[in-house]
């Protein structure tokens, strides 16, 4: 299968209004509080885990996800993010509850200014970038410093010289399915100067079923 694969209009509104609903009146979310970043102090996300039968209309959602990868994917664990800020470079390649690393599903719950940046760096035991930058010499044409800045400029200046884009997705809509392998490193991009909303979607974790 692709690396990245991106759909749009692949749910129906309607189903996504209802999860978006359901989601509203949660009240047993995580929030995660910046130790050491760019937002250092401050709040980056509320997380909230789900159960892929709480409603009709998620586990609808969940089956057709499924159907994409041909059945040969199982989920390892579905998360609503309300994410007030964006998140910093990293993968979702390991997960404590999960064995055999497949896909990162993102289905957004609302439309948002914002769009997913994949790079062509990965990592194959860890998801932290940091950790790349010890073990990886900088790239010879990295980001260009325009695309950084419009994009990029809410993480540390430096990691750009390691960096090279694979695809920026197109903007947040909901009906749309974004999934790439979990071995990519990835970044929201700096969606927080535009909209003052925070931006609402799944994330489904994918391992390989076989």
């Not at 885990?49 to 709480?54: C, Q």
């Amino acid at each position: 299968m692709d690396d990245i694969i991106f759909k749009d209009n692949f749910f129906d509104l309607l189903t996504i209004k209802k999860v978006f609903d359901y989601c509203q009146t949660l009240t047993h979310g995580k929030d995660f509080l910046d130790q050491q970043g760019i937002f250092k102090g401050k709040i980056i996300a509320r997380q909230t885990s789900l159960g892929v039968t709480d409603i009709q209309e998620l586990t609808q959602i969940l089956d057709k996800t499924l159907e994409l990868f041909n059945h040969s994917a199982k989920i390892v664990t579905v998360t609503h993010n309300r994410l007030y800020f964006p998140w910093d470079i990293h993968t979702d390649l390991i997960r404590a509850d999960s064995y055999n690393p497949f896909y990162n599903v993102l289905i957004p719950l609302t439309d948002a200014d914002s769009s997913t940046i994949i790079f062509n760096q990965y990592s194959t035991d860890y998801n932290e970038f940091y950790k790349y930058k010890q073990s990886h010499k900088q790239e010879s044409n990295p980001i260009d410093l325009d695309t950084w800045n419009q994009n990029l400029s809410m993480c540390w200046p430096e990691d750009r010289l390691w960096l090279t884009i694979k695809q920026i997705l197109p903007r947040q809509r909901a009906g749309q399915i974004v999934a790439f392998k979990r071995n990519f490193f990835h970044s929201s991009d700096q969606f927080h100067l535009r909209q003052n909303e925070p931006k609402l979607f799944l994330q489904v974790i994918l391992d390989k079923k076989y």
